[in-house]
Structure formats: structure tokens, C-alpha cells
């Protein structure tokens, strides 16, 4: 017997511990991506063979992204999203970072106050303001349009709140020095309280983005044209006007929408993490 | 003011006096000019979109609406009154609790597993980490339509592997647990990402030192991680878990995307029932109600959030 | 992070904006926009985009942009909450249940007006569902998808399986019979019947046994003060797909949009032998099946002769928030939709039926009849039909409530609790409803 196989060695246990290890990584794996690879796997099947049952097929193609390109408006879905999310996301970064800079550096009468202003916003969900909202938005002419979804989210309480705290983490002596070079408020908030707390910027900034980006209510509720519709009012949008059921190309313009996503999310994990860290942990 | 009164009780009146005061009025007026100049557009917005829509629906929850909308005649509480008296409103709060308990519970629970899967040296384990995170990048509607076809009655993945294995078809969309089901799994999938993230960024910063210890005592992997990975970082645990707590109760997309409140009221969560009241049912008086009693949940839960903040602060 | 690292992100976020948009065409109008809400989707989606192209190609003062809302329950808030906005349409869709409140709001400039200037010919339009629209004598709005409710089996599966197709007038217990037989001869792989969730058909069964569902007259002498939903046809039909239900004949794809599409998708694909839904799938369901497709009257209870439906779908409505040559705008695509060849067009490809009474003339139609017999069924069954207030409509506001509370009483019938008790419970609700709507509009 001892001939057939070598005893197990230490060694030999740290491999065998080692395939469990990676084992269960993979199991792991598998329940996190296996919606993503259904999904991106049925947007290459013709959608006949989706409503026969059929997983796999011995046609594979691209038809369903073709289709959802040139017959649907999911592009420019995709182009209005992006817009309204960049320009939200500048916005926050400017008036949460402005107003997180009056509540550290400004010395100035109801500071106390106005910060639990500030921070009671937090306690108040959007959901359950959207019925004034509407008739706020409607009276200023924006339905309809990208400022509808801009302009009531230029500023958070949370953003103000996060930036708060990464300009009370800087350096008392840089204040001093800049008051003796005689800066500006406006010269010390530009030149160096900002570029000071980059990486809690950066944070602010994919938060605010994604943000935007998942909006689903708001959007829903005030707009009402293919121009303006945000890409995840789109998708609901392509979903309830197919009665085919076209399987293929509703998962194709889903592919379509979480590719980039996850593209950027990978190059940028690294900064995003750290900015985590940094933004939530301290 | 005390400082004015000071120099002229005490009679010490001269020409430094005036210039002193001067200048402070001056520092003063421009300190008050610059908070105005980066505070006023933040006031402003949050003025006009949270403050005033709040009193706009505690206003509107005391009246009756007519067809366009108005409220034009008042009902004190009754409104309040008839919801909670209103079983099918109670439904809605249970399901709505049943949700977010479940929902942040298990997303916890996963992040926390995938997170000290991920805290190992092992080759390539970047890989996993990325993979483990890249549900941050999936946005609402797509985790519907991706979960909508694995929940399909008839071509759905899940139909097909009972099919396969000779098991009996569930009807995830018509039974209202599997519907509730259904939209927990896909909300905690959502969520996993980020949870991960956050529980990960926290176990990195628990002392090696703590678990060579444990090592050297020879305890078992999983007694580390109950005795002392999850004590470490137990305020990070219990900020997630409150974070994805407020979130799940203001879930809308995923219940409008899937369910519709269905079948029988089983997912019409609090948001939902909002936007049904007010926006299909016109009834905008109820749904007004329904925004403050959702209003006032969530204000204990972010109270309780900044109280565990404090706490993780001085952690 | 490096300063350059996030200009580079931020330009890779520009330059991707700025290919996208390049992929998005802009038209310059220098044509009079006609903003069109509608809530079609599939083959009639597509057939309504083709006639504002064509329409658009027909003229040059106006272009014509139909805009997608979603459901129809979702779609009358939008149009009372964006009236007298820059949002709103010109021209809107709306559902037939949403006409007394459409009506009560003055949001459009009522279509008789555009009539007598024009002494546009009205004789030609179908009476049944032009008196659904109108008020007073006055024409409201422009009937224009109308849909009888009908059942669909599935010929070529039933003759495969040695079936004999139910009667074209068919009782409870005749679908009964035939649903149980798809379901022993096909070894229980395919499901005999499938009732959606959807408060229509209960609202349709109530008519064919001759309930009113609103009290005064539903609706017609005085705005109505209560509803009955629980009753005895109510209850008849429930317990009629109960019994379905518990012969294991019966599939449920429960309730929306994406309940509609299942169902569809399943009778497509031969899983499903019997539906009842709109006569407006018939174009789909010819489309996508090779199969002989069967058509027969709603059913009735059996004992009760059928009292006939009242017609579902929708009008068309003019906003009287546009200028004047918007609105009249509106009113030429309207008169174009009414044409006969294109309202024959509209039945062959959706199942809508073709109001215009010229239309029948047209080779489109009789090519249809010839192709498809059972396309006939739906106007035949209207055509037998007596109008009286049971089978004509419900003149009330707020049905989308009513709508909303009947499904749920559906789901919870589906899912097994009581009958009478579930029916109750939509009316108690709907009665509440009722009570402080008239109240707050000073009805």
C-alpha cells in the first residue's frame, strides 16, 4: 500500500488546503458573477431559442446588439445618463465641498445650527417628497428635461457631511501659514483645501455619479420623451414595450448598460477602495 | 456684544479702540459674506427640495386631494387614522420589515463570508477581490432584467434545472413568498458589492498580530473569525448593516421593475404603495400619509446610524 | 491620485459622451411639433410610429412624434399633473375607464368642436364606441383602439390532440370541459387555461351577466356614490377558475405587463391551449404562430344567456393647453388615423376593430377574414350585442384604483382565500375611495 501512494506530507496537506482554499474562492465567485454571466451568455443566443428553453445553441451572434442599437434608443439612454450624472456629480463636488468649507473654516453666527440643518436632510428620504417636488419642478418649467434631474440633487447632505470631515482633518498650520500670506477664503478653499482632500473628492465624486446614475423614481416621474429618459428609465421603458418577450435583445441593452460600468469599476477599484476607506472608515 | 460693552464700562475709550472694532465688524461682516457665498446655494436648494416639499406633504396628509391634485378639504388625522386601521396598509409595513430584515441580515452575513475569503494571501486572489466587488456596478434595472429571466415561469434558468432534475416548477412571480424571495435575493445581490468592499477595507485594518496569536494557541479558522474578526470590526458591521437598511426601505425600482407591489400586496413595499397611491391612484392625500409615516421610519434609522457613527468615530 | 489621472478619467468620460452623441441623430423641426402620448407597445407600437411616418411624409406643416408612456394606468396622472406645462402633450391616449375623469377636468378641447368645423362625416364611425366617448351629445374624444375582450384557443393544438373546439358562445363549463381535456390528453405538458389577473375581465364577466358595477345606472343618471364587487357573477366567475385552478387546468402568470407577455409567450409556444384577453392580441398571436388560431365570445355563466362586454381600449384627446394651430394639428392626425384604409390596417395588424365602417370595403380586411376567420369574432360579438347600462361602460372616477384593488383581489382568489371575502374587501375600498373623492371634488 505505502507503495501506491507516498505518505501525505506536510506539504501535501497545504496543497490539498490550498484546493479547498480556492475551492470555495470559486464557489464564492460563481454565486457573485453567475447572473452576470446568464445574462451577458443569453444576450448571444437568437431569442427563438431562449423561448424554447434552449441554453445553448449552435448559433451564437451578435444579431441582439445590432438589434437594440439600431431599433432601439438605448444609446441614447446611455448619452442622457451620462450627461446628467456628470454634470450632478461637478455640482455636488462644488456646493457640498463649498458648504463643507463654510462649516469648517467660517467662523460665522447660527454655524452650529445650520450644521444640524444640514444633517437632518439626511433623516428626510426624497421618496416621500416626490408629490411637491413634481409640482415644484412643474412650476419652474424643467419637466422634460435634463435640469428636472439635476437640479433638485446639487447638493447633499451627505457629501457636505463626508467633505466636513476631510477638511477637519487638515493641518491646523496650513490655515495659519495661508492667513499670514494674507489668502482668501475663496484662495484658500481653491488652492488648498481642495486639492488637500483629493481622494475624499474622488470618493464624493463616484458616489454622486452612481448616485445619478440609479436613479429610478425621479426620472420615471418627470420625464417623458426618448430625448431626455435616463438609461435606467430605458430599460424599463424597452422591457415594457417588447410583448414578444425578445429575450435576446432586452439582455443584450442590459449588457450594453453594465459593461461600461464594470469596465471603469475595475480600473478604478483601487482609487475608489482607498477612497472608501478613507471617506467611511475614519 | 460683551466685547463692545467691556471697553466702555471700564471707560478706556481711544482712538485704538474704534479701529479695533471697526476692523472686527469688518472681519465679521466679510466672514458672514463668504458663508453666505458658500453656503447660500446649498441652503437654497435644500430649501426649496427638502424643506418646503416636507411641510408641502405634512400639509397635504391632513386634507382630502380633489382630481388635480389640491387639498381642499381638511380631515385632521383621519387619513393616519385609516391607514393603520387599513389591513392591507399593515401588510405593507410587515412585508416592508420582513424586507429590509432580511435583506440587510443576509447581505452581512455573504459580505462578511466573501470578505474573509478575500483577506487570504493566496496567488491571484486580486482577481477574486475585483469579482467579488463588481456588483457595485450593476444599476437597478439591469439586476432586474438579469434576475427577471433567471425567475422566468417558463424559460427561466431556474424553471429549467427543476425541469432537469424532475423537481416541481415554482411560480417565483404568482406565490407571494417566492415574489418576496425573488426581490430579496436580487436586492442582496445588489448590494453585495459594496458591502464587500467596505467589510473588506475594515478586516485589512484588524492587527495581524491578533490572529498569529490565535494561531500559535492553535484555535480553528472559524473560531478566529467569531472571536475575534467579527468583535474588531463589529461597529463596521453594524454600519453596513443600518446603511443597507435605509436603503431597503426606500427600494423602489427593483419592486416596479418585478413585481408591481404583487401578487397580493406581498412586495408592495412603502415607497411603492407611495407611488400607487399618488401617481396611478391619484389619491394624493393617502399617499402624502404614507410619505410621512415613511419619513418618520426613516428618521430613527439615521438617528440610530449617527449615533453608531459617533461610536465608530472614537472607535 | 494624480491630478493628470483624473483630467484623464474626466476626458474619457467627455470623449465617450461625445461619441455617443454622435451616434444620436438631431433633427431640425422647422415643422409644427404634434406631441403624441400613447401607451402601445409590440405590433402596435410599430404600426402607430408607421402612420405618423406616413402622415409626417403626407404634409408639411406638421410632424407628428409619438412618445411611449408606459401603461395605461400610469398615464392618466401624468396627463392631469403635466397639463399647462411645456411637458404636456398635444395630442394624448387615454384609456376608456379614464374618460369621465378626463372629461370632469376640461384638460382637452373636446373633438366636436373640430367635428362641426369641419362637419367631419361621424356617420361612418362605429356608434357603439362613439357613444362611448361622448357626453351630452357632445363628442369628447376620438374612439380609436376599441377591443372587445375574447377567448383565444389554440385550433391546431386541440385537433393534434383529438379535441373538439368549444362552441363560438361558450358557457363556464364548456372551457371547463375543454381545458381539463388539453390538460389529461397532453399528459399535463400543456395547460388548458389562464385567466390573467386583471380586473378587466372580472369588470367583463359582471357585464356578460348583466351587473352593474357602479349604482346609478353605472354612472349614466348621476355621478355614482358606491360600487359592487362582491356579487353573484363576480363570484360565479371567481369560482369558476377556481375550479380550474383545482383540476390542475389552470395556469396563472399572474398580473402586469410582464404577466401579459408570459402568458402570450406560453400560448405561442404551444404550453398553453386556452387565454382570455383582449381581441386586441389577434395580430400578435397571427404573427407569431403558425398554428390555426381560435376565437370565440367571452364566456358566460352557465344558466345566464350572455348579456355581451362592453368595449375596452382607448380615445384619442386633443389638449386644449396648445395653441390653436397645434391643436388643429392634432385634429388632422386624428382624421387620418379615422381613414378607412388605415383603420383597416390598424384591425389587421393589432385586432383593434376598425371603426370606420368603410373600412370592411377595404381589400386589407377581407384578405384578413379570408386568412384568418377568426378575426371576424370580435366585431360579431359586438354586433350581436344590445347595449343597456350593464354591458356599456362605467361612468365613474378613480376605476384605476378600482382597478388596482380588484387585481388584488384576483391575486388573492388565484392564491386561495376566500372569494366573497377577497371581492368584499376591493369593495369596501373602492367605496371609501369613492366617498372621499366626491367629497373633495364637491360632487
Redesign the interface.
Known amino acids: 500500500m505505502e507503495l501506491m501512494g507516498p505518505i501525505p506530507t506536510k506539504s501535501r496537506l497545504e496543497a490539498y488546503a490550498?484546493v479547498a482554499?480556492?475551492g470555495?474562492?470559486i464557489f464564492?465567485?460563481l454565486i457573485?458573477?453567475s447572473?452576470?454571466i446568464?445574462?451577458i451568455w443569453?444576450s448571444f443566443l437568437p431569442t427563438a431559442d431562449?423561448?424554447?428553453?434552449a441554453?445553448f445553441s449552435s448559433h451564437m451572434t451578435f444579431q441582439n446588439y445590432v438589434d437594440a442599437v439600431t431599433t432601439t434608443p438605448i444609446l441614447r439612454y446611455l448619452f442622457n445618463s451620462l450627461v446628467i450624472s456628470t454634470i450632478t456629480m461637478l455640482a455636488q463636488l462644488l456646493?457640498?465641498s463649498?458648504?463643507a468649507?463654510?462649516?469648517v473654516f467660517?467662523?460665522?453666527?447660527g454655524?452650529k445650527v445650520?450644521f444640524y440643518?444640514?444633517?437632518s436632510?439626511?433623516?428626510?428620504?426624497?421618496?416621500?417628497?416626490?408629490?411637491?417636488?413634481f409640482?415644484?419642478v412643474r412650476q419652474m418649467g424643467l419637466l422634460d428635461h435634463y435640469a428636472v434631474m439635476i437640479?433638485?440633487f446639487?447638493?447633499t447632505?451627505f457629501g457636505?457631511f463626508m467633505l466636513r470631515q476631510a477638511f477637519m482633518q487638515m493641518p491646523n498650520e496650513l490655515k495659519e501659514a495661508s492667513d499670514i500670506e494674507g489668502l482668501s477664503?475663496?484662495q484658500y478653499?481653491w488652492h488648498v483645501a481642495l486639492p488637500y482632500c483629493r481622494i475624499s473628492l474622488l470618493t464624493l465624486a463616484a458616489y454622486s455619479f452612481?448616485g445619478s446614475?440609479?436613479q429610478?423614481?425621479w426620472p420615471?416621474?418627470t420625464t417623458f420623451s426618448d430625448k431626455f429618459r435616463p438609461?435606467?428609465?430605458g430599460?424599463?421603458q424597452l422591457?415594457s414595450q417588447e410583448t414578444f418577450n425578445n429575450?435576446g435583445m432586452?439582455?443584450a441593452?442590459?449588457a450594453i448598460?453594465?459593461i461600461p460600468?464594470?469596465i471603469?469599476?475595475?480600473i478604478g477599484?483601487h482609487y475608489?477602495?482607498a477612497g472608501?476607506?478613507e471617506g467611511?472608515?475614519? | 456684544m460683551e466685547q463692545q460693552s467691556v471697553p466702555s464700562k471700564t471707560g478706556v475709550v481711544g482712538a485704538g479702540h474704534h479701529s479695533v472694532s471697526s476692523r472686527l465688524s469688518k472681519a465679521w461682516v466679510r466672514?458672514?459674506m463668504?458663508?453666505l457665498?458658500?453656503?447660500g446655494?446649498?441652503?437654497l436648494?435644500?430649501g426649496?427640495?427638502?424643506?418646503?416639499?416636507?411641510l408641502?406633504?405634512l400639509y397635504?396628509s391632513f386634507?382630502?386631494?380633489?382630481?388635480?391634485?389640491e387639498g381642499?378639504?381638511f380631515i385632521g388625522l383621519t387619513n393616519y387614522i385609516?391607514l393603520l386601521k387599513n389591513?392591507?396598509y399593515i401588510a405593507s409595513l410587515v412585508a416592508t420589515l420582513t424586507y429590509v430584515i432580511l435583506v440587510s441580515a443576509i447581505t452581512v452575513v455573504l459580505g462578511l463570508?466573501?470578505a474573509v475569503?478575500?483577506n487570504?494571501h493566496?496567488k491571484g486572489?486580486k482577481i477574486?477581490r475585483?469579482?467579488?466587488?463588481?456588483?457595485?456596478?450593476?444599476?437597478?434595472?439591469?439586476?432586474a432584467?438579469?434576475?427577471?429571466?433567471?425567475f422566468?415561469?417558463?424559460?427561466g434558468?431556474l424553471?429549467?434545472l427543476s425541469n432537469a432534475l424532475h423537481l416541481p416548477v415554482l411560480?417565483w412571480?404568482?406565490?407571494?413568498k417566492l415574489a418576496m424571495a425573488a426581490i430579496v435575493i436580487t436586492t442582496v445581490?445588489m448590494h453585495?458589492?459594496f458591502t464587500f468592499?467596505?467589510l473588506f477595507?475594515?478586516l485589512q485594518?484588524v492587527p495581524s498580530s491578533l490572529y498569529e496569536a490565535a494561531e500559535i494557541a492553535g484555535t480553528s479558522k472559524w473560531y478566529q473569525v467569531l472571536h475575534i474578526t467579527v468583535p474588531m470590526i463589529s461597529p463596521?458591521l453594524f454600519?453596513v448593516m443600518i446603511v443597507t437598511l435605509i436603503d431597503a426601505?426606500?427600494s423602489?425600482?427593483l419592486i416596479?421593475?418585478?413585481t408591481?407591489g404583487?401578487?397580493?400586496?406581498a412586495t408592495n413595499l412603502l415607497?411603492y404603495r407611495?407611488?400607487?397611491d399618488?401617481?396611478?391612484?391619484?389619491?394624493?392625500?393617502q399617499?402624502?400619509t404614507e410619505?410621512?409615516i415613511?419619513?418618520v421610519i426613516?428618521?430613527v434609522m439615521?438617528?440610530l446610524q449617527?449615533k453608531l457613527l459617533e461610536k465608530?468615530?472614537n472607535y | 491620485m494624480k491630478r493628470s489621472k483624473i483630467f484623464g478619467m474626466l476626458a474619457l468620460l467627455l470623449m465617450f459622451s461625445v461619441g455617443l452623441a454622435g451616434c444620436v441623430k438631431t433633427k431640425a423641426a422647422s415643422k409644427t411639433k404634434i406631441v403624441f402620448w400613447n401607451e402601445m407597445t409590440g405590433p402596435a407600437e410599430v404600426q402607430l410610429d408607421k402612420f405618423a411616418k406616413q402622415f409626417n411624409a403626407s404634409q408639411s406643416k406638421y410632424e407628428v412624434v409619438p412618445e411611449y408612456e408606459g401603461s395605461y394606468?400610469?398615464v392618466?396622472?401624468?396627463i392631469?399633473?403635466t397639463h399647462g406645462s411645456g411637458a404636456s402633450p398635444a395630442l394624448f391616449q387615454s384609456f376608456d375607464i379614464s374618460t369621465t375623469?378626463l372629461g370632469?377636468?376640461k384638460l382637452a378641447t373636446p373633438v366636436q368642436k373640430f367635428i362641426d368645423r369641419d362637419n367631419y362625416d361621424m356617420s361612418k364611425i362605429m356608434p357603439v364606441a362613439k357613444k362611448f366617448y361622448s357626453k351630452n351629445g357632445q363628442q369628447l374624444s376620438m374612439p380609436f383602439n376599441t377591443s372587445q375582450p375574447v377567448l383565444y384557443y389554440n385550433a391546431s393544438l386541440l385537433k393534434r390532440l383529438g379535441i373538439k373546439n368549444p362552441p363560438k358562445d361558450p358557457s363556464y363549463s364548456d372551457i371547463t370541459r375543454v381545458a381539463t381535456q388539453i390538460i389529461q390528453k397532453s399528459h399535463g405538458k400543456i395547460k388548458g387555461l389562464s385567466v390573467e389577473?386583471y380586473a378587466w375581465l372580472l369588470e367583463e364577466f359582471m357585464a356578460n351577466q348583466k351587473e352593474e358595477f357602479a349604482n346609478h345606472d353605472n354612472g349614466r343618471s348621476s355621478t355614482p356614490t358606491a360600487v359592487k364587487i362582491d356579487t353573484p357573477a363576480a363570484r360565479t366567475a371567481m369560482q369558476w377558475v377556481r375550479d380550474n385552478i383545482k383540476k390542475g387546468n389552470f395556469m396563472?402568470?399572474?398580473?402586469?405587463s410582464?404577466?401579459a407577455a408570459?402568458e402570450m409567450?406560453?400560448f405561442l409556444?404551444g404550453?398553453l391551449g386556452i387565454f382570455l384577453q383582449s381581441s386586441a392580441d389577434i395580430g400578435q398571436i397571427t404573427a407569431g404562430t403558425k398554428d390555426k388560431l381560435g376565437v370565440t365570445f367571452y364566456p358566460h355563466a352557465d344558466g345566464h344567456k350572455a348579456n355581451g362586454v362592453a368595449i375596452g381600449g382607448a380615445s384619442l384627446w386633443i389638449s386644449n393647453d396648445k395653441p390653436k394651430n397645434v391643436q388643429n394639428g392634432a385634429w388632422e392626425f386624428t382624421k387620418f388615423l379615422m381613414k378607412p384604409e388605415n383603420q383597416a390596417k390598424w384591425q389587421e395588424q393589432t385586432g383593434y376593430m376598425a371603426l370606420n365602417k368603410e373600412s370592411q370595403k377595404t381589400d386589407t380586411l377581407k384578405n384578413l377574414y379570408k386568412k384568418v376567420p377568426a378575426a371576424k369574432v370580435p366585431s360579431e360579438q359586438l354586433a350581436r350585442t344590445v347595449p343597456n347600462d350593464a354591458n356599456s361602460g362605467i361612468l365613474l372616477?378613480?376605476l384605476?384604483?378600482e382597478r388596482?384593488l380588484t387585481?388584488?383581489a384576483m391575486?388573492?382568489i388565484?392564491?386561495g382565500?376566500n372569494i366573497s371575502d377577497s371581492l368584499k374587501?376591493a369593495e369596501d375600498?373602492m367605496n371609501?375611495?369613492i366617498k372621499?373623492?366626491n367629497?373633495?371634488?364637491?360632487y
Not at chain 1, 50 to 53: E, F, Q, T, V
Not at chain 2, 48 to 54: D, E, K, L, Q
Open positions: 490550498k482554499k480556492y470555495f474562492l464564492l465567485m457573485v458573477v447572473p452576470f446568464l445574462g443569453t431562449i423561448a424554447k428553453g441554453l456646493f457640498c463649498m458648504a468649507y463654510a462649516f467660517l467662523r460665522f453666527k454655524r445650520l440643518v444640514f444633517l436632510t439626511m433623516m428626510l428620504p426624497f421618496e416621500a417628497q416626490v408629490i411637491p417636488n409640482t415644484t437640479v433638485p446639487l447638493t447632505a457636505t477664503h475663496l478653499y452612481l446614475w440609479n429610478y423614481l420615471m416621474l438609461v435606467q428609465d430599460l424599463k422591457q429575450w432586452i439582455q441593452s442590459a448598460v453594465v460600468t464594470l471603469v469599476l475595475f477599484q475608489f477602495k472608501l476607506n467611511s472608515v475614519k | 466672514e458672514h463668504a458663508a457665498l458658500f453656503l446655494p446649498s441652503l436648494v435644500l426649496i427640495f427638502v424643506f418646503y416639499p416636507m408641502k406633504t397635504l386634507f382630502l386631494t380633489n382630481d388635480a391634485g381642499t378639504v385609516s389591513p392591507s463570508v466573501l475569503a478575500a487570504q493566496l486572489i477574486f475585483t469579482l467579488f466587488s463588481s456588483t457595485m456596478g450593476v444599476s437597478v434595472s439591469v439586476a432584467i438579469f434576475w427577471l429571466f433567471v422566468n415561469p417558463s424559460v434558468i424553471t429549467q411560480n412571480m404568482t406565490d407571494p445581490w453585495l458589492g468592499l467596505i477595507g475594515s485594518q463596521t454600519f426601505f426606500k423602489f425600482g416596479d421593475l418585478m408591481a404583487g401578487p397580493n400586496n415607497v407611495i407611488y400607487q399618488a401617481f396611478l391612484n391619484g389619491n394624493y392625500g399617499a402624502s410619505s410621512i415613511l419619513t426613516i428618521a439615521t438617528l449617527f465608530r468615530v | 394606468n400610469g392618466v396622472q401624468k392631469i399633473q375623469q370632469n377636468l389577473e396563472n402568470y399572474g398580473s402586469g410582464n404577466a408570459n409567450a406560453a409556444s404550453k372616477e378613480g384605476v384604483q388596482v387585481q388584488t391575486q388573492q388565484y392564491g382565500s374587501t375600498g371609501t375611495f372621499n373623492n367629497k373633495a371634488n364637491g
